[in-house]
T-cell receptor, first 114, second 113 residues
Framework: ETGVTQTPRHLVMGMTNKKSLKCEQHLGHNAMYWYKQSAKKPLELMFVYSLEERVENNSVPSRFSPECPNSSHLFLHLHTLQPEDSALYLC?????????????FGDGTRLSIL | QKEVEQNSGPLSVPEGAIASLNCTYSDRGSQSFFWYRQYSGKSPELIMFIYSNGDKEDGRFTAQLNKASQYVSLLIRDSQPSDSATYLCAVKLTSSGTYKYIFGTGTRLKVLA
């Protein structure tokens, strides 16, 4: 299997639930990213990990908690989300943060908060 | 001013025509420029990237970069209905030692059969 794989593809959860999104990359990249994509808005960068270390957190609410156990796996733990958090969550990877190589995206998780 | 600006469209072109998609950016520190295609309900897929002023061609796609004017464009020759999608412009820049990817909102392209 190649590329960037995200699971689940769709997730419906209540505001009090706890769930996790998973991302796995098979490209040998050292940097991984979480993005949020809402309708009619640009992609919003949430978190950046480089060699398993979080290097960027763009003022994301604490109800989103990332985890990067190794350079191939990235998780986004969700807890007590709000309806406005409904969006497409995209994982991406790149060779490393400093190179000019592009990012490769997974198919995303479509999240709906009831 | 938005950091990366694109006309949201839709841009409609007849099949076989040239589609021209434009993107302007505000930060002169921008170093790398990317075009992604995103079909409805799918993830962004890299089409082209360009670092230097001028044109870069890959098949039916040509990326054009003009750093002095701070714009980057994507030309699609012989447009096909399968090219109908949203095209995202992305810019990578360095700011205070950190690296940032900034995306535009995308231009929706419709190729009419």
């Amino acid at each position: 299997e190649t590329g960037v794989t995200q699971t689940p593809r769709h997730l419906v959860m209540g505001m009090t639930n706890k769930k996790s999104l998973k991302c796995e990359q098979h490209l040998g990249h050292n940097a991984m990213y979480w993005y949020k994509q809402s309708a009619k808005k640009p992609l919003e960068l949430m978190f950046v990990y480089s060699l398993e270390e979080r290097v960027e957190n763009n003022s994301v609410p604490s109800r989103f908690s990332p985890e990067c156990p190794n350079s191939s796996h990235l998780f986004l733990h969700l807890h007590t989300l709000q309806p406005e958090d409904s969006a497409l969550y995209l994982c991406a990877s790149s060779q490393d943060r400093r190179s000019d190589q592009p990012q490769h995206f997974g198919d995303g998780t479509r999240l709906s908060i009831l | 001013q938005k950091e990366v600006e694109q006309n949201s469209g839709p841009l409609s072109v007849p099949e076989g025509a040239i589609a021209s998609l434009n993107c302007t950016y505000s930060d002169r520190g921008s170093q790398s420029f990317f075009w992604y295609r995103q079909y409805s309900g799918k993830s962004p897929e890299l089409i082209m990237f360009i670092y230097s002023n001028g044109d870069k061609e890959d098949g039916r796609f040509t990326a054009q970069l003009n750093k002095a004017s701070q714009y980057v464009s994507l030309l699609i020759r012989d447009s096909q209905p399968s090219d109908s999608a949203t095209y995202l412009c992305a810019v990578k820049l360095t700011s205070s030692g950190t690296y940032k990817y900034i995306f535009g909102t995308g231009t929706r392209l419709k190729v009419l059969a």
